[in-house]
């Protein structure tokens, strides 16, 4: 029996897609366990390497601050609705906060649980703390929100504000040694998340790794907070880097040059 004659050319085109669906199923699953992958345990600002990247003793770009008046002010306060969070309008007191560089933002503090006494030194403190930050966070952070409270800090891009809550969760930063870097965190919440939506995922999955297992699981809402942050050790603070160096360069290597692609205004950090 002839069986090229009775056996179609039709079965070896389709078990030639069956193979090249395979292929592409392969390729997309391996794609996908790569992204999962992650550089660091939780977030970057929980690894004590990077503690040292902002130090009470750099540089600062605060200038003044000044009270101006009080009034209800919105900020966002996590311990609201059930701890499930929510924007508010508490009576609250209002500093003017002036760098250097030019660049004004409002202090709101939330006059629930303060002594009136205590505000200014509050208001300095911060102030000061977000003049160490680079000028592309403090340009796009228009309201720094102080409220009492034991909740986690907090960044928003489409207010330009972040939340600090003074309490339990300041004083563990403060012990530990991370503040700086946690209010550069949400500073670029504030200022930079919109750059998802400019191109940020092909160079995202470009790359091996998510740096933070925290970047990992929240993929479109802390990867650039995480990301930006050791770009900015690599490129302006590598001397306190130096251990981490080449294990931040392989694994998110795209992710770097995007950030070097927008050519941001990192003052008051300078080149290293």
Known sequence: MNYSKTKPTVSLKRINKITLLTIMLFCINSRSISQNAFVYDNGTNWQSCFYDIIKSSD????????????????????????????????????????????IESEIRIRQLGFKKDDIMNLAKEYGKKMGQLPYCLRKGVKYINILKSDALFGGNNSKHSIEITIGKTSELYNRTGNMEEILFHEATHAALDNLYKENWIPYR??????????????????????????????????????????KIKQ?????????KNKDLNIFPFSKK
């Open 205 to 246: 999955d470009k790359d091996s790794k998510f740096i933070s297992k925290y970047a990992a699981n929240n993929p479109n809402r802390e990867d650039i907070s995480e990301s930006f942050l050791v770009y900015v050790a690599l490129n302006f603070r590598s001397d306190r880097v130096t251990s981490e160096m080449s």
């Open 59 to 102: 540089p600062s770009t605060f200038k003044s601050v000044s009270f101006e008046t009080k009034k209800y002010a919105e900020m966002w306060d996590r311990d609201a609705n059930n701890n499930r969070g929510a924007w508010i309008n508490p009576k609250s007191w209002i500093f003017r906060l002036s760098y250097v560089d030019g």
């Open 251 to 259: 694994s998110i290597p795209n992710r770097l040059n995007f950030f």
